[in-house]
């Protein structure tokens, strides 16, 4: 799309690194001096600590910690895990944080569907979550941020990642669910075979964006 920057970053890219590339093309944006973006890449093992996370909840700091400005609780980022930032203009897009976050679980949702995946929001519950052998389990992370109607941050997907990573935290604060992935049901493990459903799906995420939905009308 000519007025959103699709940037997917190869190799694993420095947790710091990407959240000050962020925050200044965040700043960029919102001074309408830089295109939105949506950016794709993978981090080295990192857990991320959002802005309700509880000290108790950091079980294990295996891998580095860092603070971070978004919502949310503890997160592991790592290979094998797509990880998309935002970097939208709701002041173009509706200045609703709420359809935002609605319409992003939602985009997420219909990529996952066209692989197979039959996954779903729970309103109590950030995130996206799916089914696994009967019982429900996470399979993607969202925590974002809004600056000067100005979108940061985003999502995990977890598509082959090591999911014992993920023993060193309770993930999201939820310690009475499993996390899984895409490979664990139905053995996909390429990043580039989702990033394809998303950009494919993306259209409709932004369509969606100042509507409201159906059930809320």
């Given at each position: 799309?000519?007025?959103?920057e699709?940037?997917?970053?190869?190799?694993?890219t420095?947790?710091?690194?990407?959240?000050?590339?962020?925050?200044?093309?965040?700043?960029?944006?919102?001074?309408?001096?830089?295109?939105?973006?949506?950016?794709?890449?993978?981090?080295?093992?990192?857990?991320?600590?959002?802005?309700?996370?509880?000290?108790?909840?950091l079980?294990?700091?295996?891998?580095?910690?860092?603070?971070?400005?978004?919502?949310?609780?503890?997160?592991?980022?790592?290979?094998?895990q797509?990880?998309?930032?935002?970097?939208?203009?709701?002041?173009?897009r509706?200045?609703?944080?709420?359809?935002?976050?609605?319409g992003?679980?939602?985009?997420?949702?219909?990529?996952?569907?066209?692989?197979?995946?039959?996954?779903?929001?729970?309103?109590?519950?950030?995130?996206?979550?799916?089914?696994?052998?009967?019982?429900?389990?996470?399979?993607?992370?969202?925590g974002?941020?809004?600056?000067?109607?100005?979108?940061?941050?985003?999502?995990?997907i977890?598509?082959?990642?090591?999911?014992?990573?993920?023993?060193?935290?309770?993930?999201?604060?939820?310690?009475?669910?499993?996390?899984?992935?895409?490979f664990?049901?139905?053995?996909?493990?390429?990043?580039?075979?989702?990033?394809?459903?998303l950009?494919?799906?993306?259209?409709a995420?932004?369509?969606?964006?100042?509507?409201?939905?159906?059930?809320?009308?």
């Amino acid at each position: 799309m000519p007025d959103i920057e699709w940037r997917v970053s190869p190799g694993l890219t420095p947790y710091d690194q990407s959240l000050a590339e962020m925050e200044a093309r965040a700043t960029a944006v919102a001074q309408g001096q830089a295109r939105e973006l949506v950016w794709l890449l993978e981090h080295p093992p990192v857990y991320t600590a959002g802005t309700s996370a509880d000290p108790v909840e950091l079980v294990d700091p295996r891998f580095p910690v860092f603070q971070t400005g978004r919502g949310g609780k503890y997160t592991y980022h790592g290979p094998g895990q797509r990880t998309g930032y935002l970097i939208l203009d709701l002041n173009r897009r509706g200045r609703d944080v709420r359809q935002f976050v609605h319409g992003l679980e939602d985009w997420l949702i219909a990529a996952l569907a066209r692989l197979g995946v039959n996954a779903f929001s729970v309103d109590e519950r950030v995130g996206i979550w799916t089914r696994d052998g009967g019982t429900e389990a996470k399979i993607g992370a969202i925590g974002v941020r809004v600056r000067r109607w100005v979108t940061l941050h985003g999502f995990a997907i977890n598509i082959a990642p090591d999911l014992s990573h993920f023993g060193g935290i309770v993930p999201c604060g939820l310690p009475e669910f499993p996390v899984t992935s895409l490979f664990a049901l139905n053995g996909v493990k390429s990043l580039e075979t989702f990033d394809e459903a998303l950009a494919f799906t993306l259209p409709a995420f932004l369509q969606s964006l100042g509507q409201v939905r159906q059930n809320e009308a």
